[in-house]
């Protein structure tokens, strides 16, 4: 599927990483040192994220995702349809920064989290 959009093999950085970074969004009411919670934190950083991407000239392709993993869905869910995704950051070169698929049926809102958040793992700090 990558060497279609003539993407590297994608990665993304191990999750403990992103959390060392942007706060812990599994415990969002968690507070750090100055009382700032995580979830704030975590919006911050996308915030950030989406802002840099903008200036640095990052684009995101949202392509269909035929072989994504579903298994975890019940066999009523996977016999109903789905919009499954792959979306891929782009630099202002072309070249494939980072990428993450088997998104489903994300509306407009959740596309700019992965968005964001591609956009951390894409740009270094």
Do not use: K
């Not at 066999?75 to 630099?91: K, S, T, W």
């Amino acid at each position: 599927m990558f060497a279609q959009i003539g993407a590297p093999v994608c990665r993304l950085r191990a999750f403990g990483a992103r959390l060392a970074r942007i706060g812990d969004p599994l415990d969002p009411g968690r507070r750090n040192h100055d009382g700032v919670t995580a979830a704030a934190v975590t919006a911050a950083a996308l915030a950030r994220a989406e802002e840099r991407a903008r200036e640095e000239g990052l684009t995101f392709s949202w392509i269909p995702d035929d072989d994504a993993d579903l298994s975890w869905m019940s066999e009523r869910e996977r016999a109903q349809d789905h919009e499954v995704l792959i979306c891929v950051a782009f630099g202002p070169e072309g070249r494939s920064m980072a990428c993450l698929g088997g998104i489903v049926d994300p509306c407009n809102a959740y596309r700019r989290v992965v968005e964001a958040e591609l956009a951390l793992e894409a740009l270094p700090e």
